[in-house]
């Protein structure tokens, strides 16, 4: 009986990797939730993060993801042997010519060190992707889609994307407009956001939610403050202490707050303003009314929920354009009856129906931000109505498995692992483009731009014709390709 050969190898499961702006978060853990339940769909991720995370804290969901975590060098110059290694590879690849002329159209157009980081970066991703990465999504549509778009055209494989708030109205309308057009699709959260971005491009993009995930936030247990009022009512906020979120407007409306009833302020998250703002606090005689809690895990922020009877969001378009898309901390809050007062920015109304699920203020305007407050401060009744409503209407529209199982289907149709069960699974609404909505990519899409005097300017800057600066998907190696070449330098 002759010996049994040698056994082969199963193939290795096709990755898609994310690349994330950071990771872990405390303030993006709706991605978390996203990875958490993506991997519960049977797709498997592998996590690229361009910095290192800065917060101690992390929440307990971060333990349960599975996917692998690479760090990219956050600056060129810490790590400038890994850098060079890469570079020195990757200049070799067939496709390092055409992708260096698309950067330096960039570069030209954005003459700026982070771009410079960018391209480096996107050199190193290349060059270490492992082979079962067979594609590349990035969260956040500025920086994290830059590298990603940089490293699919250097290694021939596609790229998708994610877009939310600061992404969407702080990047160039150049830049926005030509990374839709290259992605081969490209998802948000908010319908204010698809509606800006459908502008630039097209049919290019599709609406898919966050929502909760109702497991990580069950219904709050019934209150001990149902038979009557607290002696102190608690008025919360969330959120980073950044100018979109505009707690100055807060403050200045909690300042014109009558002494009765009693109430306090408890504040919770961290950010690069909260000195300034709990100085403005200080100064607007507030000290004794306020606490400031910092960053904390989802445990901890569910409780504190639960002990408030007011929530409270002051949000507001920044001086560069930046603003909230639909903050995740309003699904939170209301997933617990929590009722909300917030002002009319960006996607917002999406959630809440002013006088039906919360109440909206003007943004910038504490006069009526602290009417709206004062009013719910006495009427516990509305209170309780408001509160009840805005949880009725977020745990019947805003699941996360909703939006996990349609970007499932989308995940699925790039890895050619399409199912029968997929078809059923249909973007919200009517999809503006098929072969844009679910990823396939046998049905015909123009993804031509129209032409763009800023994008012609910078392709006779970085030296190249108007044809060779259209922005196109190309065709060429599989990415196996570009690691066997990879391979066989190393073998040189």
């Known amino acids: 009986m002759s010996a049994p050969g040698p056994v082969s190898e199963p193939p290795p499961t096709p990755t898609i990797a994310f690349v994330l702006k950071g990771y872990p978060r405390l303030s993006e853990t709706f991605i978390t939730q996203e990875i958490l339940a993506v991997e519960a769909r049977g797709i498997r991720l592998h996590i690229v993060s361009l910095r290192h995370p800065t917060e101690a804290n992390v929440h307990p969901v971060h333990a349960r993801v599975r996917a692998p975590v690479t760090y990219l060098p956050e600056y060129l110059h810490e790590e400038p042997a890994r850098v060079f290694r890469a570079w020195r590879r990757v200049r070799r690849w067939p496709r390092y010519g ?16 982070n771009r410079v980081r960018r391209f480096g970066q996107a050199v190193v991703l290349a060059d270490e992707l492992p082979p079962e990465v067979t594609h590349i999504h990035a969260h956040f549509l500025h920086t994290p889609a830059s590298v990603a778009r940089y490293a699919a055209h250097l290694t021939g494989r596609k ?79 969330v959120g980073r202490a950044v100018e979109k979120k505009g707690y100055p407007d807060l403050i200045a409306a909690l300042s014109r707050l009558p002494a009765e009833p ?10 690069p303003l909260i000195e300034s703002i709990r100085g403005l606090a200080e100064r607007a005689g507030l000290a004794d009314r306020t606490e400031w809690v910092g960053a ?40 617990q009856g929590l009722p909300c007062v917030a002002t009319r ?43 009840a409503a805005g949880e009725r209407r977020v745990r019947a529209d805003f699941s996360s498995a ?10 699925r149709a790039l890895l050619g692992r399409r199912t029968p069960a997929d078809e059923g699974i249909v973007p919200y609404g009517q999809p503006i483009a098929r072969g844009a909505a679910d990823g396939r990519s046998d049905a015909p899409v123009d993804a031509s731009p129209d032409p763009d005097p800023e994008a012609a300017a910078g392709a006779a800057g970085a030296g190249l014709s108007a044809t060779e600066a259209e922005v196109e998907v190309e065709t060429g190696p599989a990415p196996g390709a570009a690691r066997g070449e990879r391979a066989a330098d190393r073998a040189a």
């Open 98 to 113: 055409r992708t260096l002329r698309l950067w330096l159209r960039d570069l030209v157009r954005d003459p700026t060190r």
């Open 159 to 237: 790229w998708t994307g994610s877009a939310h708030a600061k992404d969407i109205w702080t990047t160039p309308r150049w830049e926005k407009r030509e990374k839709l057009h290259d992605a081969e699709w490209v998802v948000t959260c908010t319908a204010v956001n698809r509606a800006e971005l459908d502008a630039l491009a097209p049919g290019r993009v599709e609406l898919v939610r966050h929502g909760l995930d109702f497991d990580e936030f069950p219904p709050s247990p019934p209150p001990s403050r149902a038979e009557g009022e607290p002696p102190v009512l608690t008025i919360l906020s």
């Open 262 to 271: 009693a109430w306090r302020f408890v504040h919770v998250g961290g950010g």
């Open 296 to 335: 904390i895990a989802r445990p901890e922020l569910l409780a504190r929920l639960r002990a408030a009877d007011l929530f409270v969001l002051a949000s507001r378009v920044a001086r560069d354009g930046d603003r909230d898309g639909l903050p995740n901390v309003l699904l939170e809050a209301q997933s």
């Open 345 to 387: 920015v960006s996607a917002i109304p999406e959630l809440i129906e002013d006088g039906v699920t919360g109440v909206l203020s003007p943004p910038g305007d504490p006069e009526a931000l602290a009417a709206a407050i004062e009013r719910l401060l006495r009427d516990r009744g509305l209170r309780l109505r408001l509160g």
């Open 402 to 411: 909703a939006g996990a199982d349609r970007l499932a289907v989308k995940f």
